[in-house]
């Protein structure tokens, strides 16, 4: 367990010493972190000591240190936190702001604001202003801030070692929704942010997930669509951003992205990259393939997707060459052509109704009338005789060779044939 010392009201050091003194043991919780005490043990609950409901400090998980830190906010700034409940680090920039300036705490679920205003009241914040907006209408609300933070809603991957439930309470789809509310989200910030501020014009992304679809992919989509950079984030803790993972393919400047992961840092999975704006508006060059949840696409990629194309336009043979194809089998091409070239039954039929009909074929009609329906569609393949209305034809190949949803549709289309003739009769 890791609590953060709140300095507005105590130092570190004192605080160590009240809990010490109350059968807590506890250690410093690293280098990199001025505030962070880990307890190793404890005789009474931390969430109840005099100490806790005085605000001395709040319990936070340590990796939610690494963003806020990132940041850096500055005394009479103001600053954006868009996902800002329970708190933990809206109170941690108010006290590296020396609760100076002002902080935009929002949140999208009005239920969450709750927690996040007790503990702002508990731990003496009061540069602090609560709202309840979408964090993708923010640029229409408040512009030109000095610094934002963005800890996105995500999969929380990271927290597996946590909670293990999660590795069966996520899927591939709920990540590609998520990613794509990240993106705007994060546009959205951006575009909150003034790139002419003197001691600003930061956004800080993270995320307690190791996806780089929620990560990576993000931020190579924001580089594409607005005019930011990546910048160092001053943090050593972690190891660098993903430059190529299967078939994405991002930036050298990636590198300067730091994620965490639990079995090598001992702390909850995360991710967090800090960004530069340095002018307004929307880029007009956007990459195509930037639209696309592939950031890029290797030559073998596109041979592949190519090749593919091609066998669609081959298995897209119009019913028409099909259906010919059929006739010449079962019927013989002598049979197809009455002394013409055209294939087309009803073309044929048209044709025929001006010609003189001959005896052999007045025979064939009769004879091919007389057969029952019933033999037609039990014994298809014995029958070789000759059949030239299209109706009985287009009935006959749908029962031996189409599937069922065309087969349907051709025995209505013969349906249709019957009354048009019976009319002109």
Known sequence: ????????????????????????????????????LKVNDSKVPIGATPEYLAGHYILQSPSSFLPVIALCPQPDEVVIDMA?????????????MKNKGTIIANDSQKARTKALYANCQRLGVSNVIISNYDGRKLPSIVKNVDRVLL???CSGLGLI????????????????????????????????????SKTGGYIVYSTCSVTVEENEAVINYALNHRYVKIVETGVQVGVSGVIAYKKYRFPASMKLARRVYPHVHNMDGFFFCKLKKFANGVKKKVVEEDKKPVADVSKEDRKDSNGKKKERKKKKRSHKEIEDEELKDDYGAEDMSDGSNNVDVREE?????????????????KEESDMDEEKLAEEPKKTKKKIKDPCTLRCYLSLIHISEPTRQAEISYAVFCLKKKKKKK
């Open 1 to 36: 367990m890791v609590i953060r010392t709140n300095t507005l009201k105590v130092k570190r050091r004192d605080l160590a010493k009240a809990l010490i003194g109350r059968g807590v043991s506890l250690e410093p919780l690293a280098e990199w972190s001025k505030v962070g």
């Open 151 to 153: 800890d996105s809603p």
């Open 84 to 96: 800002a409940a329970p708190g933990g680090k809206t109170t941690y920039m108010a006290q590296l």
């Open 349 to 365: 039929q048209e044709s025929n109704d001006n010609e003189p009909i001959e005896e052999d074929e007045v025979k064939q009609e």
């Open 161 to 196: 070692s946590r909670d293990p439930s999660m590795k069966t309470q996520k899927n591939f789809k709920e990540i590609s929704k998520l990613s794509a509310l990240q993106k705007e989200l994060l546009l959205a910030g951006i575009d909150c942010v003034n790139p002419h």
